[in-house]
């Protein structure tokens, strides 16, 4: 009997350990390391460092900065007044020139943080800003805090211990063995790209699905076909229609399209295509005007909530671009692009269909009216070329159309939608505050 409760006491305690054991294994197996937390900014290193702002948010690993200290532009960014940093050690998921799974999940966190931001620098590898592979962005460390009184947080690595990213040529760089352990626990522990999961952002309907810079390149080939593109919604002409664009770093250019959803629209879809918002639009490409496809027959029920195959509302709070052109890129410009396997030579003010410009100076020469009612054709020069800008129907204080009197004689800039009538292209713009007398 003693060797029994003897051997029994044993078993027991051999339970007990292993228990133990295993209890201790599966606590460090779930412990999180912050690693962000432990990667502390040096600024005594030989690396360089600049205080910067966000000059445009590009996706989820791709930030535009503007330097506060201009002069400390590397030679190859002073041209274009800004610096294309791409993020070091990291491969988020696209979500410009094409859409990926989980890609606006890291392009919105890369967002919201760096706007968060009290202040944000930027860190090379070594003692020079680096080019990448396109030899257009420079390879950084992105350090940020949100308050004066805090430190500086890695974005890189955040991102990375997320599970926002791969990583990427981690190896060998600065913090490559801190950003190696930060992939390996995201990765253990299953987070979002490790995840196996269907990310709720993504597009997995039988539309065909694309960027709007695919879209413009071969508009025609789709008249008929239902498609899904992603965009921000920029103007609202008050015909039942839209205009969003989206933005292309590969060709740092603004692709877009007009969108109509017709006089008598689902439920659900005149405060989706809100100014402002990023949405998806899910319809079909039609010619109703042969010279500038569009989509209509947009894709939506309200009431159907987890239908994947129709538009959804993807975010908030954009701005349009207005990107600013001069009129001889406007009206003579052309660019080689590559459509499929063929590089076709298309006009630039073609490429910026439906997208937000800006021009500046332009002298009224005459003012004709349109085909719609009260709607005019301004005929301008800037610089001795001609540019045509057309303004729909508009009122002034006194409920009175604006006539051809209201513009001769003056000068203007203005910002609008490019578009195309009679094989002519356009500015159009909606508002009296979108035109600026001089």
Known sequence: MKRTGILVKACA??????????????????????????????????????????????????????????????????????????????????????????????????????????????????????????????????????????????????????????????????????????????????????????????????????????????????IATTVAVEGVVTRNDGNSGVYIESYDEQTDRYYGVYVYYSANPSYGIPAMLSMGNLVRVVGKISDFDPENPQISGLVYNIRDTKNEFQMKKLGEGYEASYTEISADTFVNATETVSVGDEDVEMRVAHLMLGTTVSMKNLKVKKVKPAQTSNALTIFCEVDGIEVQVHAVEMYDEYSQPITEDYYLGKTFDVQGVVDIFDGTYQIEFYSLSDVTFH
């Open 13 to 222: 305690l051999v339970l007990l350990l292993s228990s133990v054991i295993s209890c201790f294994a599966a606590c460090r197996r779930d412990k999180t390391v912050d690693y962000v937390s432990e990667l502390k900014l040096d600024m005594s290193t030989d690396s360089l460092k600049q205080e910067v702002t966000v000059y445009k948010n590009i996706d989820g690993d791709t930030t535009h900065f503007k330097f506060k200290d201009p002069s400390a532009l590397p030679e190859e960014a002073k041209e274009d007044g800004y610096f294309k940093a791409r993020y070091m050690a990291i491969n988020t998921p696209e979500s410009t020139g094409k859409i990926e799974e989980w890609g606006r999940r890291a392009s919105d966190f890369t967002k919201a943080t760096l706007n968060a931001a009290e202040s944000i620098i930027i860190e090379s590898d070594d003692n020079k800003w680096n080019p990448d592979s396109t030899g257009s962005r420079f390879m950084v460390w992105v350090w940020y805090r949100t308050s004066a009184e805090g430190e500086y947080r890695n974005l890189n690595l955040e991102i990375l211990q997320n599970g926002l990213a791969v990583q990427s040529n981690a190896s060998n760089n600065r913090y490559g063995s801190v950003c190696a352990k930060a992939y390996n626990q995201a990765r253990d522990q299953k987070l979002i790209v490790h995840s196996g999961e269907r990310d709720p952002d993504f597009f997995y309907g039988e539309a065909v699905k694309m960027s709007l810079k695919e879209l413009r390149l071969s508009i025609d080939d789709y």
